[in-house]
């Protein structure tokens, strides 16, 4: 489940879809009420920073970083870059 508000709701709404075409799974984007689900789930990332861009860009490599990981993405796939 993704929960977003505000201009949170589209990365929501971008990571549901991400994770439905990359990754076989079927989750649910919600765009309201963001603070009453945000400890509901099994999994919750919340980033403590007043920063928005670094919070957002947190939440972002998070994020996308789990369908990589359930299509079997490990570190040894990437290569060194120079």
């Not at 570190?75 to 120079?82: G, L, S």
């Amino acid at each position: 489940m993704f929960a977003g508000s505000g201009c949170s709701a589209a990365i929501a709404n971008h990571m549901a879809v991400d994770h439905s075409q990359n990754g076989g799974l079927r989750p649910p984007a919600f765009n309201d009420g963001a603070t009453p689900l945000r400890r509901s789930g099994n999994l919750n990332l919340s980033i403590a920073n007043d920063q928005y861009g670094s919070v957002k860009i947190t939440h972002l490599s998070l994020l996308h970083a789990m369908p990589d990981l359930a299509m079997g993405w490990t570190a040894v796939d990437v290569e060194a870059v120079v």
